[in-house]
């Protein structure tokens, strides 16, 4: 079975940091682009940052020139890191990633999320 385990949420003041990291295990074959979404309370689940196997990244109007998404393919980690945290980044991120597994078909995996609370 392959999975995605989210670590690094907390709580943080307006203006701090935090580092999302996301790790992929399992019988993977290869794994295309990675992501992070995230969900607010009450909002529907949105795109934050993704990256291509290649290094491409795409992120959010909203966090461009804050957030920092990178991946290392050799052991199949996804990180974000956030910067100049608002009060508005508050909500659960996923992890996202399409993965072929061994003898099986491509498919998007989810992880369980990591929550981020940001106080004014």
């Known amino acids: 079975q392959v999975q995605l385990v989210e670590s690094g949420g907390g709580l943080v003041q307006a203006g701090g940091s935090l580092r999302l990291s996301c790790a992929a295990s399992g019988n993977i074959f290869s794994i295309n682009t990675m992501g992070w979404y995230r969900q607010a309370p009450g909002k529907q689940r949105e795109q934050v940052a993704a990256i291509t196997r290649g290094g491409s990244t795409n992120y959010a109007d909203s966090v461009k020139g804050r957030f920092t998404i990178s991946r290392d393919n050799a052991v199949n980690t996804v990180n974000l890191q956030m910067n100049s945290l608002k009060p508005e980044d508050t909500g659960v991120y996923y992890c996202?990633?399409?993965?072929?597994?061994?003898?099986?078909?491509?498919?998007?995996?989810w992880g369980k999320g990591a929550l981020v609370t940001v106080s004014s």
């Open positions: 996202n990633a399409f993965i072929v597994a061994m003898q099986a078909s491509g498919m998007d995996y």
